[in-house]
């Protein structure tokens, strides 16, 4: 079940966007493993795997910075290597993502191509139970991945990085069926490592260039973060990530549930830091949003009685629609789950008694209306 015996993790200083900067810095997240050439033979089919949420600009720091895809398209051409992008976002409207995120002009400058996640292939993982996983048939197509997540809090899992980022591997109405499924954070948490050691990408990078605090993962803050990560080991990634944002390896829930499978790179021990060190990369102030804590969910998690864990769950942050802000898309109806959510005058109303509490809504609300209890 181990990844590697002794993760490497690398991290390098990134202050802005600019590309000659970004390749730099690529270039000495990539050194210590023998570069791009090690990693890409002439001929392989690449997909870069960015963190494409949903349709948001450059600016407001939710989905992968397009230049730095367009740094890894040019270095991965170099390599020989032929270049796919692809995601499938929460609401499954990939072009409309591409397209908002810039990462489309990037596809068309650089003549890479665009991977369409519709098909289904599954594949069988044998995790915190053996499962098959229903992922894009397009990943079949493909000679190795490369996963280029966005740092960002998340209300529900407390951190979203490498491992976070594969969810979206999983096309369709699948996505809405687990959460349905698994709405419990450190279970749903499980599930994102079975599917994770079922993807299994080849690298991951982590933009952390501007990342994002607060209530993330959509209308958190912008953070100047500075910093670009690295690893073939996603895991040992987000343990890093994790200790440089000032999470406790607890409040992160897909670092406590790879810690449950003594999977390698969940104990920041036992992983080795080349680049900038831990001290020269933490970030100070980081606010970790309402799901720092990440306590309540593993009471949840662990209790076997089920009006125990009932009540517990009824204690979970809710959803809270602030009107105001409201601008009656429609898209919190759309992507819930459990389909509790009805627009009344236009307003969404959402029936907190069955809401299972896995803030798809708050994590789609362009306009930041839905809020995790108030926060």
Same mark, same amino acid.
């Given at each position: 079940?181990?990844?590697?015996?002794?993760?490497?993790?690398?991290?390098?200083?990134?202050?802005?966007?600019? !590309?000659?900067?970004?390749? $730099? @810095?690529?270039?000495? %997240?990539?050194?210590?493993?023998?570069?791009?050439?090690?990693? /890409?033979?002439?001929?392989?089919?690449?997909?870069?795997?960015?963190?494409?949420?949903?349709?948001? $600009?450059?600016?407001?720091?939710?989905?992968?910075?397009?230049? #730095?895809?367009? /740094?890894?398209?040019?270095?991965?051409?170099?390599?020989?290597?032929?270049?796919?992008?692809?995601? &499938?976002?929460?609401?499954?409207?990939?072009?409309? @993502?591409?397209?908002?995120?810039? =990462?489309?002009?990037?596809?068309?400058?650089?003549?890479?191509?665009?991977?369409?996640?519709?098909?289904?292939?599954?594949?069988? /993982?044998?995790?915190?139970?053996?499962? +098959?996983?229903?992922?894009?048939?397009?990943?079949?197509?493909?000679?190795?991945?490369?996963?280029?997540?966005?740092?960002?809090?998340?209300?529900?899992?407390?951190?979203?990085?490498?491992?976070?980022?594969?969810?979206?591997?999983?096309?369709?109405?699948?996505?809405?069926?687990?959460?349905?499924?698994?709405?419990?954070?450190?279970?749903?948490?499980?599930?994102?490592?079975? =599917?994770?050691?079922? /993807?299994?990408?080849?690298?991951?990078?982590?933009?952390?260039? %501007?990342?994002?605090?607060?209530?993330?993962?959509?209308?958190?803050?912008?953070?100047?973060?500075? #910093?670009?990560?690295?690893?073939?080991?996603?895991?040992? #990634?987000?343990?890093?990530?994790?200790?440089?944002?000032?999470?406790?390896?607890?409040?992160?829930?897909?670092?406590?549930?790879?810690? !449950? *499978?003594? *999977?390698?790179?969940?104990?920041?021990?036992?992983?080795? %830091?080349?680049? #900038?060190?831990? !001290?020269? +990369?933490?970030?100070?102030?980081?606010?970790?949003?309402?799901?720092? &804590?990440?306590?309540?969910?593993?009471?949840?998690?662990?209790?076997?009685?089920?009006?125990?864990?009932?009540? *517990?769950?009824?204690?979970?942050?809710?959803?809270?629609?602030? +009107?105001?802000?409201?601008?009656?898309?429609?898209?919190?109806?759309?992507?819930?789950?459990?389909?509790? %959510?009805?627009?009344?005058?236009?307003?969404?109303?959402?029936?907190?008694?069955?809401?299972?509490?896995?803030?798809?809504?708050?994590?789609?609300?362009?306009?930041?209306?839905?809020?995790?209890?108030?926060?």
């Amino acid at each position: 079940m181990k990844l590697m015996d002794k993760p490497i993790v690398t991290i390098a200083g990134c202050s802005k966007y600019h !590309e000659e900067e970004l390749n $730099t @810095a690529v270039k000495k %997240i990539l050194e210590p493993f023998g570069g791009i050439r090690s990693i /890409v033979a002439p001929g392989k089919k690449v997909l870069l795997k960015p963190n494409l949420l949903a349709a948001a $600009t450059v600016s407001e720091a939710v989905t992968t910075h397009p230049m #730095l895809i367009k /740094v890894l398209t040019d270095l991965i051409n170099t390599a020989g290597g032929q270049v796919f992008v692809g995601d &499938s976002p929460g609401n499954d409207k990939q072009a409309e @993502a591409l397209k908002s995120s810039g =990462i489309q002009q990037v596809i068309d400058e650089t003549e890479a191509d665009v991977l369409p996640f519709k098909e289904i292939s599954y594949k069988k /993982v044998n995790g915190f139970k053996e499962r +098959s996983i229903p992922l894009a048939a397009e990943l079949d197509e493909i000679d190795l991945i490369f996963n280029v997540a966005k740092l960002k809090t998340h209300a529900l899992t407390g951190l979203t990085g490498a491992v976070k980022n594969v969810y979206g591997c999983i096309p369709g109405n699948f996505k809405k069926r687990y959460h349905l499924e698994h709405p419990l954070p450190l279970d749903f948490s499980r599930l994102l490592i079975d =599917i994770y050691l079922a /993807v299994k990408p080849a690298f991951s990078i982590i933009d952390a260039v %501007i990342g994002m605090e607060g209530p993330g993962p959509r209308k958190g803050k912008p953070k100047q973060i500075g #910093l670009l990560m690295a690893s073939p080991n996603g895991i040992a #990634l987000d343990s890093v990530a994790a200790e440089i944002t000032g999470f406790k390896p607890e409040q992160v829930t897909t670092i406590a549930a790879a810690r !449950e *499978l003594k *999977l390698s790179g969940s104990n920041l021990a036992d992983i080795e %830091i080349r680049g #900038l060190s831990l !001290e020269q +990369s933490r970030v100070k102030d980081f606010d970790r949003g309402p799901a720092g &804590s990440g306590k309540v969910s593993r009471m949840i998690a662990s209790f076997p009685i089920s009006y125990i864990r009932n009540m *517990l769950y009824a204690r979970r942050p809710y959803p809270v629609v602030f +009107s105001g802000e409201c601008t009656s898309c429609g898209i919190c109806a759309e992507v819930c789950p459990a389909q509790v %959510i009805e627009l009344k005058l236009g307003i969404p109303d959402i029936d907190q008694y069955e809401c299972i509490r896995c803030y798809c809504c708050q994590e789609h609300c362009a306009q930041g209306a839905i809020k995790v209890n108030g926060k």
